[in-house]
């Protein structure tokens, strides 16, 4: 099962095993990650699940399309050129090790 890599704020780390097929939001909720608020369920509608992906991480990760893209507008926190929804995440083995950095909040 791959790992999934949660940062927190103050730099906190936690790992889980996160079953293939989910999303990277679904492991945060499995695992009460706090930081990721997940508003809309995972459909790509609120913006409140946005994480930054460790650069090193991101290879492997489906590309984003627009929907996503444009919902990255609305965070409560800075976007940056590693933000992304993690509910669009979808966890591969080859995401296996993947690190995801929480931002400092998800909410307006």
Do not use: W
């Not at 079953?19 to 990650?33: F, H, I, K, Q």
Request: aromatic fraction near 4%.
């Amino acid at each position: 099962m791959p790992q999934i890599t949660y940062v927190s704020t103050d730099n906190t780390t936690q790992t889980f095993d996160v079953p293939v097929g989910t999303s990277v939001m679904r492991g945060a909720l499995m695992n009460d990650v706090d930081g990721i608020a997940a508003e809309c369920g995972g459909y790509a509608q609120c913006a409140t699940c946005h994480v930054y992906v460790a650069p090193e991480s991101a290879s492997e990760l489906k590309a984003m399309e627009a929907d996503e893209d444009g919902m990255l507008e609305f965070t409560a926190s800075e976007r940056l050129t590693t933000s992304r929804l993690s509910c669009q995440l979808e966890v591969t083995d080859g995401v296996d090790g993947l690190v995801v950095v929480l931002p400092a909040r998800q909410i307006l």
